[in-house]
């Protein structure tokens, strides 16, 4: 899956956390899956996540230690500013996480949209291959080609 990381990320109250939690951060932003019940759900094993990110297992578990605790700095007081809710050995709540997803999912959904438009209108600037056909014989000078062309148009073939 991927994520979007806000610019606001980096100006607000993680500012100075440390390269381990913006790195664990990154990879909830990443692999956070949509979840009926609770909004958004991760899975955080500490032993996977350090031989991915590089660093000692236990500097790991306290970044997870310190994202499920309250921060009085947050932005966001949802859950005391909380970044994830443990609900079982490695899975995890991410507060805000449908939030984010839904910001995400409408991006994507206005990129599609624009995109689709593109084609649309790009496709209503082209001639047909009868009306290309004809415009060539018209510059020839090939009237019979012209006539059987519109002939055939008005008869729908």
Request: hydrophobic share 35%.
């Amino acid at each position: 899956m991927f994520g979007r990381h806000f610019e606001s990320m980096y100006r607000g109250s993680m500012v100075g956390a440390g390269a381990p939690f913006f790195a664990v951060w990154g990879y909830v932003i990443a692999t956070m899956r949509p979840d009926k019940e609770v909004g958004a759900q991760v899975e955080l094993n500490p032993k996977l996540l350090s031989a991915i990110i590089g660093e000692d297992q236990k500097v790991i578990e306290g970044v997870i230690e310190r994202m499920c605790g309250p921060d009085p700095e947050s932005r966001t007081k949802k859950e005391d500013g909380k970044r994830l809710v443990r609900l079982g050995q490695f899975d995890y709540r991410v507060v805000n996480g449908a939030k984010y997803m839904a910001i995400r999912n409408e991006e994507e959904r206005r990129e599609s949209n624009r995109r689709r438009q593109e084609k649309a209108r790009a496709k209503a600037g082209k001639p047909l291959p009868f009306e290309q056909e004809a415009v060539k014989a018209f510059e020839n000078g090939d009237d019979a080609t012209v006539d059987r062309l519109a002939a055939q148009r008005k008869d729908g073939e």
